[in-house]
């Protein structure tokens, strides 16, 4: 092995020594992506990339700022607001978006957006009415 070589791997052990952790959240993140509705824990999402449950709370504050229930709530508001702007009911988005609780999502989501979920939809609908008398329809 030529000095070079010897080289390129030492560099690369330091510049890729964080991959593994790095595939580990972004799997988890992708996970809760496309599974945002269904009952997500700790326990399931740690046994989904095999590390323990603390270790994967670290991990996932560390390079998303957020811990992975956070982000899964947040992801949860996110597709409400969709689901409310298209007309779907409270009642149905709070269960479409994995909520279990009529109570805990208008909670959270008013304190995400500071406004209840029929308060969000009521000023999406109208909101919408004004843009179309103007004819200046445009989509978030």
Do not use: W
């Amino acid at each position: 092995m030529t000095f070079y070589e010897k080289e390129l791997y030492r560099i690369r052990s330091i510049v890729y020594s964080n991959e593994g952790q790095i595939n580990t959240v972004i799997g988890i993140r992708n996970y809760i992506e496309n599974n945002y509705d269904a009952n997500l824990n700790l326990e399931l999402l740690s046994h989904i990339q095999f590390v323990s449950k603390y270790h994967l709370l670290r991990l996932f504050k560390k390079y998303y700022g957020l811990t992975p229930r956070q982000y899964l709530i947040d992801k949860r508001i996110e597709k409400s607001k969709e689901h409310l702007i298209n007309g779907m009911s409270v009642t149905e988005t709070c269960f479409a978006v994995g909520f279990e609780s009529l109570g805990s999502f208008s909670t959270l989501f008013k304190t995400k957006t500071g406004k209840s979920p029929s308060e969000f939809q009521k000023e999406q609908l109208s909101r919408s009415k004004i843009d179309l008398k103007f004819g200046t329809l445009e989509h978030e």
